[in-house]
């Protein structure tokens, strides 16, 4: 399952709860990191028992602290908010008087309010925004467009995202067969930066999202599709697919 694909398709709504509902398994999925857990299904954390989709909230609170928390920080390449702007979103949220919020930014009170008046219409070009991409997305959905033309979903941990990741479903395929021979070995790990990419995100395939991974395990997984394992394993940390331990002790797909 590809978790980012998962967030990415999610509604507005889903995003806000931070879980998706996917009927055809009958499960609840987390769109942070991956976790699911069934419906019909009763869950024990200490010493209460939780139906899945409370027992899904619970893991939320637990894990990532809360929706907000994780979405204010992600990176500001999809938040599109600067460091000033996510830190007076924070003490907004906690109901902090613009007073209060001048003392601990600095700046006056008149400055706190154009950070307020800024962002609201940015949510007001937001909307509109996300109100002409529904228009085209349904336009396509009639027009039954080729699903092969869909460009490839980032991977919502990426680092940056540029036209390097602008690639179609079908490139992204073409890509794959070129590369990779039947017994999943990479011939040749690609210099355009594009291709690489792609290939990084195929590899990932290889590591379980919330699993931990030593660094034995991490070259020996990858020894398997490459000789020059310690190239590809830099590459899958700098290209943010996965992160790492400042030791390198621990190893883990990046959420």
């Known amino acids: ?25 009958g499960i609840y999925i987390c769109i942070i990191c991956g976790e699911s857990f069934e419906k019909g299904i009763i869950y024990k954390d200490a010493d209460n028992f939780y139906e899945a989709e409370k ?31 996510s830190e007076y979103l924070s003490y907004y949220k906690n109901n902090v008087s613009d007073k209060e919020i001048s003392e601990k930014m600095g700046g006056s009170q008149s400055t ?61 395929d ?10 999943g070995h990479l011939k040749d790990f690609p210099s355009k930066e594009k291709k690489k990419i792609a ?10 999202s919330g699993e931990k991974y030593n660094e034995k395990q991490v070259n020996l997984v990858l020894k398997r599709i490459y000789d020059d394992y310690v190239s590809i394993r830099r590459a899958l940390i700098e290209y943010g697919f996965m992160d790492r331990k400042d030791d390198c002790s621990q190893y883990w797909v990046k959420e």
């Open 1 to 25: 399952m590809d978790i980012s694909e998962v967030f990415w398709s999610s509604s507005i709504e889903d995003i806000k709860r931070g879980y998706v509902y996917d009927e055809k398994k």
């Open 55 to 85: 027992y899904m909230k619970l893991h939320i609170n637990q894990k990532h602290n809360s929706v907000f928390d994780y979405l204010i920080n992600m990176n500001k390449v999809y938040t599109g908010l600067t460091d000033i702007q």
């Open 112 to 172: 706190i309010r154009n950070y307020r008046f800024k962002l609201r219409e940015k949510e007001k070009q937001a909307k509109v925004f996300l109100a002409i991409m529904d228009i085209i997305k349904e336009e396509r959905e009639n027009l039954k467009q080729d699903k092969n033309d869909e460009l490839v979903t980032v991977h919502k941990s990426a680092n940056m995202t540029d036209e390097r990741f602008a690639i179609t479903e079908s490139e992204d």
């Open 174 to 183: 073409k890509v794959v067969k070129n590369y990779f021979d039947k017994t």
């Open 199 to 208: 290939v990084l995100r195929h590899i990932l395939r290889n590591f379980k």
